[in-house]
């Protein structure tokens, strides 16, 4: 079966130190994967997209690596702040002639100070 | 740019009534929009999507009778929930997309809370 997952435990880490969280799908041939934060009770916000064809994407705090071999997608960001605290959801877009989102199960991060 | 808002944010109904759910583009004409249930401590899951002036798809298992979804306009989609009941209580997330700007980014709105007594 088709399956995107997320660590559904809640990341705990402290302030300055970078957070990586992972995404693994499995029977899926994504063109592409994006990642989104989502604060308690709002809609997402889009952070970073990466085609299947693309190693690593980075923005500012952020990078996202694509492995389509391992079927797996690494979020990092890097110093930390207590603000980054929040719910990460993965989301692959199956194929090119779709424009539907698959969204993981989200991993919670919390940064403390 | 590329806002999306909802209305309402929060809305609470008797069982057996219906609820619409309007969900706007306020910037930008928006040439397909999402509707996605989330229940708590879940992740998001399409429920449809649906193009200006057409029918919207359904995803599988989604009722269509119950969720009734129209698409009048490039700004505006409207989602009613009809006969509501309890186990229809979740949170209701709209997204849009544009055919123009970074390719198939979906901007959302800010989602409502359905509580169905």
């Known amino acids: 079966s088709q399956k995107i997952e997320q660590n559904s435990e809640a990341l705990n880490i402290q302030e300055g130190k970078t957070a990586t969280l992972t995404c693994n799908y499995t029977n899926y041939s994504p063109a592409y994967l994006q990642w989104y934060r989502q604060d308690p009770g709002r809609g997402p916000v889009f952070l970073l997209l990466?085609?299947?064809?693309?190693k690593e994407k980075r923005k500012e705090r952020l990078k996202v690596t694509f492995d389509t071999t391992l079927k797996q997608s690494l979020f990092h960001i890097t110093a930390s702040q207590p603000a980054d605290s929040a719910t990460y959801l993965c989301a692959l877009v199956p194929s090119y002639n779709t424009d539907k989102l698959i969204f993981g199960t989200g991993t919670r991060l919390q940064v403390f100070p | 740019g590329a806002v999306v808002s909802q209305h309402p944010s929060r809305v609470i109904c008797k069982s057996g009534t219906s609820v619409k759910i309007e969900c706007r583009s306020l910037?930008?004409?928006?040439?397909?929009m999402f509707w996605y249930r989330q229940f708590p401590k879940q992740s998001l899951m399409l429920m449809a999507t649906?193009?200006?002036?057409?029918?919207?798809?359904?995803e599988q298992g989604v009722e269509k009778d119950k969720f009734l979804i129209n698409h009048a306009s490039l700004t505006l989609s409207t989602l009613t929930v009809t006969s509501a009941h309890p186990e229809d209580s979740s949170f209701y997330i709209c997204?849009?997309?544009?055919?123009?700007?970074?390719?198939?980014?979906?901007?959302f709105g800010p989602g409502t809370r359905l509580t169905v007594l």
């Open positions: 990466i085609r299947e064809n693309e």
């Open positions: 997204s849009a997309k544009t055919s123009l700007g970074l390719w198939n980014e979906q901007f």
């Open positions: 910037d930008f004409q928006a040439t397909t």
């Open positions: 649906s193009n200006e002036g057409s029918k919207a798809t359904y």
